[in-house]
């Protein structure tokens, strides 16, 4: 009995600060206010954190099956890294619970593998291949703590507004094309709503301003980019039906 309570204490402090375990398990207080508010935020967080493994997958096969990048912006793409990077670099030394920014770290490594196939795709194989060179260098720099905080804070302040312009930068681009090319609509939904989520469990986890900022504008940058997909579907849907027709003749 005491092996099950033990691990029942162990599952539960994954969502539950050991106050709150309390407040819950001894006091029996199961509606607390701030433990129920705290206990959403890291269960949302933790969720967040798993979702993150797979959220730009469907991106990555989308370019990598049609060996193209054509519609995407390599200003949006490189200024997600850099805002990702920031995130994570900043948020570690900073020591957030890991359930606050860990899905940052999962998402930066696929942000990477875009920008690299995008690069692949739009510039060279060998501009690939530098670019990554170059950047794992600098990550293991920012992250070994040479790096004094203040250069930190400041890399988190300038990446909120490169973020949201080169999200931006893509709808401007999807607005000339009339369409949103080789963007996963998968993908781009689920970085809307984890942005959204992000807002709050910034404000409960941290209570960081620039955190909070930081993902209030990609959540309505995001927003802009989903719309975009509803806006020019039935443009899409009207070129390929014209396609077929002249095909046939």
């Not at 204490?9 to 050991?18: A, I, N, R």
């Not at 250069?151 to 369409?179: C, D, E, H, R």
């Not at 930081?214 to 806006?231: D, E, H, R």
């Amino acid at each position: 009995m005491n092996t099950f309570v033990q691990f029942f204490q162990k599952v539960s402090l994954l969502v539950l600060t050991p106050q709150c375990y309390q407040v819950f398990f001894t006091d029996l207080d199961f509606f607390n206010g701030a433990c129920l508010k705290s206990t959403l935020s890291k269960g949302l967080g933790l969720g967040i954190v798993g979702g993150s493994l797979l959220v730009k997958l469907p991106q990555v096969i989308k370019l990598w099956k049609n060996k193209s990048a054509k519609g995407i912006s390599i200003m949006n793409v490189s200024m997600d890294l850099y805002a990702v990077t920031a995130n994570v670099v900043y948020s570690y030394a900073n020591k957030f619970p890991f359930s606050a920014w860990g899905d940052s770290l999962f998402i930066l490594f696929q942000t990477l593998l875009i920008v690299m196939l995008v690069i692949n795709y739009n510039v060279s194989r060998n501009a690939a291949k530098s670019f990554t060179a170059v950047f794992c260098v600098l990550f293991s720099v920012l992250m070994s703590g040479a790096v004094p905080e203040s250069v930190l804070w400041t890399a988190q302040l300038t990446s909120i507004p490169l973020m949201f312009f080169g999200k931006i930068t893509q709808s401007y681009v999807n607005y000339v094309n009339k369409g949103t090319g080789q963007l996963s609509m998968a993908t781009c939904i689920l970085l809307f709503l984890g942005a959204a989520v992000r807002v709050f469990t910034s404000v409960q986890e941290t209570g960081d301003s620039l955190l909070i900022w930081t993902f209030t504008l990609a959540t309505i940058a995001n927003f802009i980019i989903v719309a975009q997909f509803y806006y020019y579907r039935p443009i899409a849907t009207k070129v390929k039906s014209s396609k077929k027709k002249t095909k046939k003749t």
